[in-house]
């Protein structure tokens, strides 16, 4: 290349960069600020929770609820969920588009040949004849590079691969989200066989309450007024009965659609085990490590930095562009002379391009840019705050519903004493049949609240697990992708 032709080229270039001025991004910015974890204050709602380094969850941490069929039944549900598939399958689609980024930023080379046979008709032939054939034979090679000088293309690509990153933690979020799902839907299947047992026998309780009114009917102590109310109340029995069978039932089904199943699948489940309740306490490094253990605050954040990465590769698009694209190959109406110098060509065209006047466009595609940046980084803030508060009210609920637990089961203590006080006395003709009525009450309404409360301790044992993160961290994906980068405050 001669000196005069670099000079021009450089002259070009030089005049390309100054005109890139005219289309410019001055005046846009982003304007989202990311939360700091340790400026949101928890320390007076847990005063007085135990802190511990061992209670942040494992990775299997159902298992500390006690039931072997639970584990499995888990085992199952991520195995065969659509759920899992639904997540997977978002995660390849979210892989499959880094890898077309990576690849775009790939020079190309393709190769092509062929033979074509022609006849001309007499108006196309220059003899007038018309009985003229031909055959041409090409073969060609093409290349094509888009110098990426500003980095752009590999922004795109790495702004790509935190969004294929965030997806795979998506899938380790909906692993998590199932889970819990799963060992909720067990333990309110437990509760529905609860409630269906206090039905049945609270139905036990009123036909013998049945059987005492028949004989007070029978001996003149009673009315028929008096034995048709409790025949009310047998039948209310009943109707209760139904309705916990009816629940049971559900919660069957429920369980096994989570399981990806079809709802035969939820009576081949053994009834549950009483489920363990978990330790209050919190891990002592509570906020600051909660922010890779979380599933969902790991992928706010590589949204984050992938959004950070679109706004620098949006920002290239206004400097110049340089790109160099080639082809050589040989054409020939003849066989034999197919690679001779005659049919040989070649092109190569380097082409410099700058963006000057656009109506806008760039300025907008920056501007949208810029509000994904801001929307990523309020979406991380409002799972952040969320976060610290699922786990606030959680251990707050399951420290105050272990003394509401310790009350209730006294309440029922005494109504059942109550109730075999009263049955007694009704059965040897000297109690009241209202005292029998509303002891009985009580103690069904005692009795279900106590199964109430012992359900709500379990759920929320497992709302705390899910809160800390279920035992995710990211060191589980560290070999496969590197750590976030941290939020520009």
Known sequence: MSSKTLRTGLSLVLSAMVLAGCANYSGLDTEGQSLDAKTLKAGQSLTGVTLSPAAWPKSNWWKSLGDPQL?????????????????????????????????????????????????????????GQGDAYATVRNVSAGFNYNFDL???????????LGEARAAEVDRQAAQL?????????????????IVYDLAAEDLKRTRQMLDLSQRRLSSGIDSQYQFQQTESLEASSQASLIDAEKRLNS???ALAVLLGKGPDRGNEIARPKILQASAVA??????????????????????VEAASKDIDASKTQFYPNLNLSAAAGAESLLGDAMFGSASRFFNIAP??????????????????????????????NKNLVRALGDVSDTINQLRDIGRQIGA??????????SYNTVVERYGSGIGNYLDVLSIEQQLLQAQRQLASLNAEQIDLSIQLMQALGGGFQTETLASANPAPAKLNN
């Open 282 to 303: 919190l891990p002592s490094v509570l906020p600051a490590e909660l922010l890779g253990r979380r599933p969902d605050l790991v992928a706010a954040r590589w949204r």
């Open 251 to 253: 919660a069957r089904i």
């Open 71 to 127: 584990d499995g039944l888990i085992r199952e549900a991520l195995h065969d969920s659509p759920d899992m598939q639904i997540a997977a399958a978002r995660a390849h689609q979210a892989s499959a588009a880094a890898y077309a980024a990576d690849a775009a930023r790939m020079p190309t080379l393709d190769a092509s040949a062929g033979i074509s046979r022609s006849r001309l008709a007499k108006d196309q032939d220059p003899r």
């Open 408 to 417: 209730q089961q006294h309440a029922t203590e005494i109504a059942q004493n």
């Open 351 to 380: 082409t410099l391009s700058v963006p000057i006047f656009d109506g806008g466009r760039l300025r907008a595609n920056l501007d949208a840019r810029d509000a994904d940046y801001d929307l990523a980084v309020a979406q991380y």
């Open 150 to 160: 500003w980095g752009g293309q590999r922004d795109a690509w790495e702004a790509a």
């Open 177 to 193: 989200t199932l889970a819990a799902d799963v060992a909720r839907a067990y333990s309110d299947l437990g509760q529905a066989h």
